[in-house]
């Protein structure tokens, strides 16, 4: 038993499991053995023993882009949401005139944290560069 595709004209048009016994596929039909670990669907291409996905439709590199732009903002807003979380008990430290020279380095790092997400334009499909967390996180 094995995996093939059933190529007409250079494109997969079904994925079977089969033993590979005779059989009378329609007229034109290529039955190519799927390789373990190559990912092959019905609408790729096959070529000269290589599979490819179909380039995408407009409509779906639209869908893609849109993808990304919202994971963009999304991440941001995560990102935002933890440094305010992280400020919020160091200022009221600060505020209570309580904070350790620690607590009070830490939430100026936070804050120089917050305004460089703050400036990031997360409204794209691009890829991003985010400020790294502040180092008294990750001791």
Do not use: C, H
């Amino acid at each position: 038993m094995g995996t093939y595709a059933l190529v007409k004209n250079g494109i997969v048009i079904n994925t079977i499991i089969w033993d590979g016994d005779d059989f009378d596929f329609d007229k034109g039909v290529e039955q190519i053995e799927i390789l373990d670990g190559v990912s092959v669907s019905p609408g790729y291409l096959y070529n000269e023993g290589i599979f490819s996905a179909p380039p995408l439709t407009d409509e779906q590199i639209e869908e893609k882009r849109l993808q990304a732009m919202a994971d963009n903002m999304a991440f941001k807003s995560e990102l935002m949401a933890q440094a305010t979380a992280a400020i919020a008990p160091l200022q009221d430290a600060v505020d209570l005139d309580e904070a350790t020279d620690k607590e009070t380095a830490s939430l100026k790092l936070w804050k120089q944290y917050r305004v460089a997400l703050n400036r990031i334009d997360a409204n794209t499909a691009d890829l991003l560069t985010w400020p790294d967390l502040p180092a008294s996180t990750t001791e």
